[in-house]
């Protein structure tokens, strides 16, 4: 696997809180070769939520992970199950798709986030539920206004009643923070990831896919009528290839995702349960799901069992020198944000890879000139709903069916190349620097 990052932001993260609460379990390694009609690439909500939908019409369906199902993006977020999956602006969406593509990702991202709440309600999944909705924080007096003008728009857009929190209603709602205001769109949850991620791969278990860790796809080849999957110990032949790796991609499993994709680095800390009165004295004791109006934005929550995580983009490198930065600003800007908390010990901290595409919307669908591949990826870092649903869509896709829910068209428009090939992730640099100034 040629992957674009240093070996450092593959490795297993050492302190990630979910970990402590639900250790993963260890799928055996595949050995010997194996026939199977549909074979997934990665083992996340995009390949599980696939996995599940083929096992449940039947299909013969074997999930592979190069570590161990749920060891990426999907065992180590942040868990915020809401609206989101592109990074174009409504300005930029607008432009680029009519009224009815546009109303049809509006109606899938929600979809999504049912999706989810349907798979934990339907097979008694206990993620540590909380939060109504998500609220939107601004980090400015301006930046208040901007979201007050947007609210008939947040309206139109999701049939629903936005809330508006003034600032100075912030405190006794148990948001006291650095900042100016706040909006609440009564869509999403929040969830411990892991607990999600271990019933759903129990789920699809149960409904007959067979999972397997420690083992990479090393090629994909298309042999005849078939595919040939090769592992370190024995080769899957199968009818369908799913790709499920996201920012775990390589840039030759297969060939054809060179460079459609780039890898992004997000950080997060957990601290040890915070007391009722350190929660007083901050003004901060809602469980609300958080995220501010920064470009590059933090987002956070006050979990069940008084833990506080807090988020953001993480290192451009990854790198020894440049994790420990990252550790040192992520900590100054809680400390920035949440000052009476400068002394609340940081037990957890980790990273990991999410996945941004160049058209800024997702990718679901058959990969073109290769009959019976198919692919789902970057949502932008909010894969935990749109990622579990677009999986499930996928499937659909593999079984020749119509979707069972919304999905516009743009989606399966197979993602373009980015430039400047394995170093393409130097492009994030300016974008970086440039959205740090329209931060201030
Ligand atoms: C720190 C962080 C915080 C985030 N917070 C949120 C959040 O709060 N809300 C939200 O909606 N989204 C969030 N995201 C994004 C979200 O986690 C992802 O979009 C989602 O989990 C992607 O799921 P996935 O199954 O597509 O990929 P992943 O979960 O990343 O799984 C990909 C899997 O593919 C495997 N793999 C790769 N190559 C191979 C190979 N050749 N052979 C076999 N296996 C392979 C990897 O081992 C990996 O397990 C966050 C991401 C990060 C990193």
């Given at each position: ?26 799928q055996?390694?595949l050995?010997g070769d194996h026939r199977t009609e549909a074979v997934v690439i990665?083992g996340?909500?995009?390949g599980l939520n696939a996995a599940l939908a083929l096992a449940r019409s039947d299909v013969k369906v074997t999930v592979i ?138 789920t699809a278990q149960g409904q007959g896919a067979r999972l397997f860790?420690?083992t ?9 009528r078939t595919w040939r999957v090769?592992?370190?110990?024995g080769v899957i032949t199968a009818d369908t290839v799913i790709?499920a ?127 019976g591949?198919f ?19 996928l499937a659909?896709?593999v079984l020749g ?40």
């Amino acid at each position: 696997m040629r992957r674009i990052y240093e070996p450092l932001a593959y490795d297993t993260p050492a302190n990630c809180w979910w970990r402590d609460t639900t250790p993963p379990a260890d799928q055996p390694q595949l050995d010997g070769d194996h026939r199977t009609e549909a074979v997934v690439i990665g083992g996340g909500f995009t390949g599980l939520n696939a996995a599940l939908a083929l096992a449940r019409s039947d299909v013969k369906v074997t999930v592979i992970d190069a570590e161990q199902p749920g060891w990426g993006a999907s065992g180590r977020n942040g868990g915020f199950c809401c609206l989101g999956g592109s990074k174009l602006g409504g300005g930029l969406m607008a432009r680029r798709f009519d009224q009815d593509q546009r109303s049809q990702w509006h109606k899938t991202e929600r979809a999504a986030v049912d999706h989810v709440d349907a798979l934990l309600s339907e097979n008694g999944i206990d993620a540590d539920r909380h939060s109504n909705g998500e609220t939107l924080l601004a980090h400015t007096p301006r930046a208040m206004r901007d979201m007050l003008a947007s609210t008939d728009e947040a309206k139109a857009t999701y049939g629903v009643t936005p809330e508006i929190i003034p600032a100075e209603q912030l405190r006794q709602r148990g948001l006291g923070g650095a900042f100016h205001g706040g909006v609440t769109l009564p869509i999403g949850f929040a969830l411990n990831p892991a607990k999600y991620h271990a019933g759903l791969a129990h789920t699809a278990q149960g409904q007959g896919a067979r999972l397997f860790g420690q083992t990479p796809a090393q090629s994909i080849t298309r042999t005849g009528r078939t595919w040939r999957v090769t592992t370190p110990s024995g080769v899957i032949t199968a009818d369908t290839v799913i790709l499920a790796t996201n920012g775990y991609s390589s840039e030759d499993v297969p060939d054809w995702l060179r460079a459609r994709y780039v890898p992004v680095q997000s950080s997060i800390i957990v601290t040890r349960p915070i007391t009722e009165g350190e929660q007083a004295r901050q003004g901060w004791t809602s469980l609300q799901m958080c995220y501010d109006s920064r470009i590059l934005l933090h987002y956070f929550r006050l979990m069940p069992d008084g833990r506080f995580l807090f988020g953001m983009r993480g290192g451009l490198r990854a790198t020894p020198r440049a994790e420990a930065a990252l550790s040192h600003k992520i900590r100054a800007d809680f400390h920035a944000l949440f000052p009476a908390w400068r002394d609340v010990e940081v037990t957890h901290d980790w990273s990991g890879l999410l996945c941004l595409m160049r058209r800024l919307t997702p990718f679901a669908g058959p990969v073109p000139d290769h009959p019976g591949l198919f692919a789902a990826m970057g949502y932008h870092g909010n894969g935990v709903a749109m990622g579990s649903y677009l999986g499930a869509r996928l499937a659909d896709a593999v079984l020749g069916r119509s979707p069972r829910g919304p999905v516009p068209a743009f989606i399966a428009a197979p993602p373009k190349r980015f430039p400047f090939g394995a170093s393409r992730r130097a492009l994030l640099a300016p974008a970086y620097t440039a959205a740090a100034l329209l931060d201030r």
